[in-house]
């Protein structure tokens, strides 16, 4: 039987919890009566409460720890009645966890058994990789070419790219980095393999086409190896502006234009064939969090998790300051004590990082997650680590590498979603699923991009921007396990090309953004 959309609901995730989060579409107004889960006790709202913020179950003191998804996101600042609205200015951040004596590999979970049969067409690439899509990319050593590069594409996709029907998109992969940067500093070789890495995503064939300055510290040859290039006339294909063949503006985007026109003859000589599942390099995050994240959304993606990796997939998860605080669940379910010590040292690297700037963690959530009722980074990295579901962690990649293992991978890189994005490509990502309760039309060019709501009313407002709504579990519609079994399937239409994402529908792509901790000079 249907529920009342004025019936109070509120979900408390475990019985430890004692908060429990609004559900209601505009929040609950003070004087509401509510059950609390515990015992059979109701209680009163004392004032308004948000949509999905968080409701006092118990009578707190200063001091008593607050409880949601059984751990401790913090203590009451001061002492707040059962039925109060726990917010913010209500909650005292915990200090952050050490590093020091975490459980390591001590709670591995048994694997699950295979999920045999599942399949998707996919573009088989020379190296062995298989693409979702079929794109030819023109890669850039340096941000002075990213203008010509992007007028050449703007012409190849007028002029030429009709002529070759089996090509899906032509992409420009132009940054800021490249020169005026301390090229040999630490730190530097992250910016760098992430462009290697970025030019050899499976989406692209493996094979970039490359356009130079001439003068830049980044060179050609320090980027990718000569055998990583296409080959035209028995030379590598990288076109450098400052060569004294070029006489002038056009005649530099007729090289390039010539070039692309080459390669496309390659690409669109592909097609679908039919891969296993185990091909698929499916990356999850999350932007614009709310509270129901961590309580639908992320839980079906990690539910679609599980299922990829019983079928043989690589599951990339990242994000270093929204997993830190939960850093502890996860070295326990490692699948060795190396890769637990391997998520240590990329926890420590970061600690370290944000120390030299100044910041802390406390610099995350942003004002958004905490209109939608995230308190702290505590709450926020209980409910991002839900995406990894409950696979053991098979391996760690520090920002930019290229991850060639199989299973659940953590991929370390910020929570910034285009930071993430972008290093998750340089993984090798070719599928991307991204959970947002606020809302944003964030996509890629590179690889196509799910968008899963937390909330129904966001999916219903945004309805051609988000693909699944997880806020049916919330309401009690759809389980979760439901839920990730709509997201597992689009995740192999997708890959296949028999369904298009609303970002790929609208063309919303956003830029690439390099992670450089190196100086500038």
Not at 238 to 254: E, I, P
Not at 290 to 299: L, R, V, Y
Not at 429 to 457: D, Q
Not at 507 to 516: A, E, K, P, Q
């Amino acid at each position: 039987m249907s529920r009342s959309p004025t019936e109070p609901r509120l979900v408390r995730v475990t019985a430890s919890d004692n908060v429990a989060t609004v559900v209601n579409d505009g929040g609950l107004p003070a004087g509401t009566c509510i059950p609390t889960g515990i015992a059979s006790r109701e209680i009163v709202l004392l004032e308004d409460v948000p949509e999905a913020h968080k409701v006092t179950l118990v009578d707190f003191a200063p001091g008593d720890d607050v409880v949601r998804y059984g751990a401790v996101i913090g203590a009451a600042t001061e002492a707040l009645p059962a039925g109060s609205w726990m917010h913010e200015g209500r909650l005292q951040l915990p200090q952050v966890p050490s590093l020091d004596n975490l459980p390591m590999a001590t709670s591995v979970p048994p694997a699950q058994p295979p999920l045999e049969g599942f399949t998707f067409e996919g573009y088989l690439s020379p190296d062995g990789t298989v693409g979702t899509r079929n794109i030819l990319a023109i890669t850039t050593t340096v941000q002075c070419v990213a203008p010509t590069v992007e007028f050449a594409v703007r012409r190849i996709k007028s002029d030429l790219l009709p002529r070759f029907p089996n090509v899906d998109d032509v992409i420009a992969l132009t940054h800021g980095f490249g020169c005026g940067v301390a090229i040999d500093a630490p730190g530097a070789e992250i910016p760098i393999r992430t462009l290697r890495n970025l030019a050899l995503n499976p989406n692209l064939g493996g094979t970039p086409i490359v356009v130079s300055l001439g003068c830049e510290k980044l060179q050609p040859s320090r980027l990718l190896p000569a055998e990583k290039l296409p080959i035209l006339q028995n030379e590598p294909i990288v076109v450098r502006l400052q060569d004294d063949k070029h006489t002038g503006f056009l005649d530099m985007v007729h090289a390039i234009v010539a070039a692309a026109e080459s390669r496309l003859e390659q690409l669109n000589r592909r097609r679908r064939v039919t891969r296993p599942v185990s091909d698929l390099v499916v990356g999850l995050q999350c932007g614009g969090s709310d509270a129901f994240s961590g309580i639908t959304a992320n839980p079906a993606v990690g539910y679609a998790s599980d299922l990829l990796v019983r079928a043989g997939a690589t599951v990339l998860f990242s994000e270093v300051t929204e997993v830190r605080d939960a850093i502890h669940l996860l070295t326990a379910r490692s699948a060795t004590p190396e890769v637990a010590q391997a998520l240590v040292r990329e926890m420590a690297w970061y600690d370290a990082y944000l120390a030299r700037g100044g910041a802390d963690r406390s610099a995350n959530p942003s004002p958004g997650n905490k209109l939608g009722g995230l308190n702290n980074v505590v709450e926020k990295a209980l409910g991002s680590v839900a995406k990894s579901g409950t696979s053991r962690i098979s391996g760690v990649s520090g920002p930019g590498e290229r991850v060639t293992t199989k299973g659940l991978v953590f991929a370390a890189t910020p929570a910034s979603d285009f930071v993430c994005g972008t290093l998750q490509l340089a993984a090798s990502m070719n599928m991307h699923v991204f959970t947002t309760g606020r809302g944003t039309p964030y996509g890629l060019a590179m690889a196509p991009v799910i968008k899963v709501s937390s909330r129904t009313p966001l999916a219903e407002h945004w309805s051609d921007l988000i693909d699944i709504d997880a806020g049916t579990i919330a309401t009690g519609q759809l389980t979760v396990q439901q839920v990730g079994e709509l997201i597992f399937n689009m995740i192999l239409d997708v890959a296949s090309g028999r369904r298009q994402t609303c970002a790929d529908r609208w063309g919303l792509h956003n830029d690439l953004v390099l992670f450089n901790p190196a100086p500038i000079t």
